[in-house]
C-alpha cells in the first residue's frame, strides 16, 4: 500500500471528470517522456533511480564517517545552499526534537551555514563553535557557489586556528567528481570526499551524500529513509493510472487548477516539524517551474500558527490560492490535556484529550472553512513522521515535480534565472571577468 494517500474531498467540485481524464493522459505522456529519458533536460535524471541504486559502500563510508565524527565533535556545521543544505535540514528538522540545538544529546548538533551572507549569523555562530567541538561538512555541486565558500573560508580558519593539524580531519567534503574549486581543494588538502552524481542537480540530491551524509551524522536511519523512496520509486515508475500513482494524481490537480487561475500553492501543515520539508518543497517546485512567465508560486504555511496571520487572507483574499495540505495520521510522541477542577479558562471540554485529537478536529475545521471559502485542497496524506515515509514523500515530491513540469511546458530541471543576481553581484564585489556589467 502507498505510504502516501491523495485525498480529494476538498478539490473534487472544482475539477471535472472530463478534465481529469484529460490531465491523466497528459500524466501517462509526461511519464513516458520522463521515464523514457527524452525531455528537456534529460541529462539530469539521475536522481529517479537513486533510491535502488545507491552504491552500498557510499552509505557504508557515511555511516562509518558519521561515527567517527561523533567521537570528536558535538556540533557538525554543515555548509551549504539551495539544494546542497534544504534537503537534510527538511528531513532532520522533520526527525528531531524542535528543541535539538538546546539539548545535547547521544548525536551531534547539526546546525548550517553557507545559506547566507548575514555577517551577524556568522559572528553568533562563531561565538558558539569557540565553545564546542565541532567538524564542518562542505557542499557544493559547482564548489563554485559564493555563499558556502565564504562560509568555509571562514570555518576553515577558525578550525586552523582552534585545532591546528587536526583541522584537516574535521573538513568533509561533498562535491562534483572531477572539477570545481571545493574539488580542487579537497583533492589538495587531501580532505575526505563524496561525490554528487553529474546527472543529479542540486534540489534533486537529497538521497545522494548532500542528504544522506547530515541525516546519518544527526542520528537517522538513511537506510530506512532510502526505503522508503524505492518503495515509491516502484510505484511512481510502474504504475500509470491517477488511482494507482499518487504523483501523478498530484501532478494532474495542481496542473488543472493552475490552468483555472489558482496561481499560488500553499503547502500547508499543522505540525512545526515540516517546516523544513516546506522550504525544500518551495525551492523544488519554484526552481524547476518557474520559469518563461509560467508556474505556479509555491507558498507554505503552518497550521495552526499561520491561521492566526495568515489565515484572514486564505478565507477572503483574491481567489488565486489552492492548498496542498499536508496531514499525518498519528504524531510520535503523546500529550493529553490535563483534567483540572475548575473551568475558569474555559477549556474543559478538552480535558484528558490528546493533541492529536485537537489538532485533527482543527484541521478538519480548516479545511471546511477553507473549501465553503473557495480554496480548492489537494489532501495529501502520511502515516507518520519517520524516516520510511519521509524517504516515500521525497521521492513522491520529486516525480511529481518532473511530471508537472512537463506538462506545464518547460525544462523542470534547468535553472537559467538564479544567474542573474549573481552576474550583479560579481560586478558590484569587483570580481575578475565581470567588468562589464559593472556600469549597468
Ligand atoms: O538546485 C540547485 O541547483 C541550486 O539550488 C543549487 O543547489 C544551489 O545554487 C547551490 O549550488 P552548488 O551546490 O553548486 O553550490
Not at 579537497?186 to 542540486?202: F, L, M, W
Not at 507558498?299 to 492548498?323: A, N, P, W
Request: aromatic letters at 10%.
Amino acid at each position: 500500500m502507498s505510504p502516501i494517500t491523495i485525498l480529494t474531498d476538498y478539490v473534487a467540485k472544482y475539477v471535472t471528470p472530463q478534465e481529469l481524464a484529460q490531465a491523466e493522459q497528459e500524466t501517462q505522456q509526461a511519464q513516458q517522456t520522463l521515464l523514457g529519458g527524452t525531455g528537456a533536460g534529460n541529462d539530469f535524471l539521475g536522481w529517479l533511480t537513486l533510491p535502488t541504486t545507491i552504491d552500498k559502500q557510499v552509505l557504508q563510508h557515511i555511516k562509518t564517517e558519521a561515527a567517527t565524527q561523533a567521537q570528536w565533535s558535538d556540533v557538525i556545521v554543515v555548509i551549504g545552499i539551495g539544494g546542497s543544505y534544504l534537503g537534510a535540514r527538511a528531513v532532520i528538522e522533520a526527525l528531531q526534537s524542535p528543541f535539538a540545538p538546546m539539548q545535547k544529546g547521544e548525536h551531534p548538533t547539526i546546525l548550517f551555514a553557507g545559506h547566507t551572507l548575514s555577517e551577524d549569523y556568522y559572528h553568533h555562530l562563531l561565538q558558539l563553535l569557540d565553545k564546542r567541538d565541532y567538524s564542518i561538512v562542505v557542499v557544493s555541486k559547482s564548489g563554485t557557489t559564493t555563499e558556502p565558500a565564504v562560509a568555509f573560508r571562514i570555518l576553515k580558519a577558525h578550525l586552523n586556528y582552534k585545532y591546528g593539524a587536526d583541522a584537516s580531519k574535521r573538513i568533509l567534503v561533498i562535491t562534483d567528481e572531477n572539477k570545481g574549486a571545493l574539488h580542487d581543494i579537497a583533492q589538495r588538502e587531501g580532505y575526505h570526499s563524496y561525490i554528487i552524481p553529474d546527472n543529479v542537480g542540486g534540489r534533486f540530491s537529497v538521497l545522494t551524500p548532500v542528504g544522506l551524509l547530515p541525516i546519518a551524522m544527526a542520528g537517522f536511519d538513511i537506510e530506512s529513509l532510502l526505503r522508503g523512496a524505492a518503495e515509491m520509486q516502484e510505484l511512481c515508475t510502474h504504475t500509470t493510472t491517477l488511482a494507482e500513482n499518487p504523483a501523478l494524481h498530484y501532478a494532474a490537480l495542481r496542473n488543472i487548477l493552475y490552468r483555472k487561475g489558482r496561481k499560488v500553492e500553499m503547502l500547508v501543515n499543522f505540525t512545526p516539524s515540516l517546516c523544513y520539508i516546506s522550504e525544500w518543497w518551495k525551492q523544488l517546485y519554484g526552481e524547476s517551474e518557474g520559469k518563461e512567465g509560467r508556474g505556479i508560486l509555491p507558498h507554505s504555511l503552518s497550521f495552526t500558527t499561520d491561521l492566526h496571520s495568515m489565515g484572514q487572507y486564505v478565507q477572503q483574499g483574491e481567489r488565486i490560492l489552492f492548498e496542498s495540505m499536508l496531514t499525518i495520521n498519528q504524531a510520535q510522541h503523546s500529550v493529553n490535556v490535563p483534567p483540572q477542577e475548575d473551568n475558569t479558562d474555559g477549556i474543559g471540554y478538552l480535558a484528558n484529550r490528546s493533541l492529536t485529537d485537537i489538532n485533527a478536529k482543527a484541521q478538519q475545521g480548516t479545511a471546511i472553512a477553507h473549501h465553503n471559502g473557495n480554496v480548492p485542497i489537494i489532501g495529501i496524506n502520511i502515516p507518520q513522521i519517520d524516516e520510511y515515509t519521509l524517504g516515500a514523500l521525497i521521492y513522491f515530491f520529486e516525480f511529481a515535480c518532473g511530471i508537472s513540469g512537463y506538462m506545464l511546458g518547460v525544462n523542470p530541471f534547468d535553472q537559467p534565472g538564479v544567474e542573474a543576481y549573481k552576474k550583479n553581484m560579481f560586478a558590484l564585489l569587483g570580481k575578475p571577468g565581470y567588468e562589464d556589467y559593472r556600469p549597468q
